[in-house]
């Protein structure tokens, strides 16, 4: 008995620590959501960002002619963004929720990935973000040809502290409800991944 109760509160105290990781997209393109390859690449970046592989080493990005990226930069950044989530962040399925910042906020395309939390007060807290600009204008052009202009990582908290206001903003205005236990239990696992990430 006193094992069984002991395993319960295991369990309990598993879902209120694992089921308060989210990701928000940000999507900044008018309306666009015919995004496949647009994510596809920001997904790729994540992946980088993550230690799974280099950014040197990802034959998916297409990078502007007019980029700005320095990949030698941006492989320091990414050794701060693993080093910014707790430790069970990643130990389930984290769901995503796109938010559209429609209308456009500042003409350009763009797509950023807001790791958060949430507390036992459900106070919403950004870990961290991976904001990916896209050199095009034209959204019929992102969409079908996108050309990465700029890859910012975040991970210093002040910075981070605008995030969760703007969330909270654009879920409201979509009417965004959090999900029930059932459904955060039938949130999909994500793709596996290697089992030998990059070592910062």
Same mark, same amino acid.
Request: net charge positive.
């Given at each position: 008995?006193?094992?069984?109760?002991?395993?319960?509160?295991?369990?309990?105290?598993?879902?209120?620590?694992?089921?308060?990781?989210?990701?928000?997209?940000?999507?900044?393109?008018?309306?666009?959501?015919?995004?496949?390859?647009?994510?596809?690449?920001?997904?790729?970046?994540?992946?980088?960002?993550?230690?799974?592989?280099?950014?040197?080493?990802?034959?998916?990005?297409?990078?502007?002619?007019?980029?700005?990226?320095?990949?030698?930069?941006?492989?320091?950044?990414?050794?701060?963004?693993?080093?910014?989530?707790?430790?069970?962040?990643?130990?389930?399925?984290?769901?995503?929720?796109?938010?559209?910042?429609?209308?456009?906020?500042?003409? $350009? %395309?763009?797509?950023?990935?807001?790791? =958060?939390?949430?507390?036992?007060? &459900? +106070?919403?807290? !950004? /870990?961290?973000?991976?904001?990916?600009?896209?050199?095009?204008?034209?959204?019929?052009?992102?969409?079908?040809?996108? $050309? %990465?202009?700029?890859?910012?990582?975040? =991970?210093?908290?002040?910075?981070? &502290? +605008?995030?969760? !206001? /703007?969330?909270?903003?654009?879920?409201?205005?979509?009417?965004?409800?959090?999900?029930?236990?059932?459904?955060?239990?039938? %949130?999909?696992?994500?793709?596996?991944?290697?089992?030998?990430?990059?070592?910062?």
């Amino acid at each position: 008995m006193t094992r069984f109760f002991c395993f319960l509160l295991f369990q309990i105290a598993t879902i209120q620590v694992f089921s308060q990781s989210c990701i928000y997209a940000l999507l900044n393109s008018n309306g666009e959501h015919r995004i496949m390859l647009m994510s596809m690449q920001v997904d790729d970046v994540i992946y980088a960002a993550r230690g799974f592989k280099t950014f040197k080493a990802s034959r998916s990005l297409k990078f502007s002619e007019t980029h700005n990226v320095n990949l030698d930069s941006l492989e320091i950044a990414a050794v701060r963004f693993r080093e910014s989530f707790p430790a069970n962040y990643w130990a389930k399925p984290v769901q995503t929720i796109l938010l559209d910042t429609k209308p456009n906020e500042d003409g $350009q %395309i763009w797509l950023e990935s807001v790791f =958060t939390e949430t507390d036992s007060r &459900k +106070k919403l807290k !950004a /870990v961290a973000a991976i904001m990916v600009r896209f050199a095009e204008t034209d959204l019929q052009q992102a969409r079908l040809n996108p $050309q %990465i202009q700029e890859i910012t990582i975040i =991970t210093d908290p002040t910075a981070l &502290k +605008k995030h969760p !206001a /703007v969330i909270q903003r654009l879920k409201k205005i979509y009417n965004i409800q959090p999900l029930s236990k059932k459904e955060e239990m039938d %949130i999909p696992p994500p793709p596996p991944l290697p089992s030998d990430p990059i070592k910062g």
